[in-house]
Nanobody, 127 residues
């Protein structure tokens, strides 16, 4: 079982950047596809980005963040990152990372496809 911990959230202004980290323990994160999701109160969890296992040769992004966010992984650090640039107030949410091992060569977009979740980190973007 892999344990995930997100970090790097905070309060920023519009057009600023943040880098979120998803650090794993318990298992090697390179054995998993990893996704980032976000959620605001009263709404369903929203897919943001995903990266395939091992070297992360495949990535997948939601249209709302394409061109602004970049997902990457550093297997030596057992960590996946989400670089967020040109942040907008509508990016405000709790951000979660998740891992799945059943089809790790893919980049799943649905939350139910993931088996392990972190506790989330708050990102707030002021206008």
């Amino acid at each position: 079982q892999v344990h995930l911990v997100e970090s790097g959230g905070g309060l920023v202004q519009a057009e600023d950047s943040l880098r979120l980290s998803c650090a794993a323990s318990g298992r090697t994160l390179s054995s998993y596809a990893v996704g980032w999701f976000r959620q605001v109160p009263g709404k369903e969890r929203e897919f943001i980005a995903a990266i395939s296992w091992r070297g992360g040769s495949s990535t997948n992004y939601a249209d709302s963040v394409k061109g602004r966010f970049t997902i990457s992984r550093d297997n030596a650090k057992n960590t996946v990152y989400l670089q967020m640039n040109s942040l907008k107030p509508e990016d405000t949410a709790v951000y979660y990372c998740a891992a799945e091992s059943r089809l790790p060569a893919g980049t799943p977009r649905r939350s139910y496809e993931y088996d392990y979740w972190g506790q989330g980190t708050q990102v707030t973007v002021s206008s």
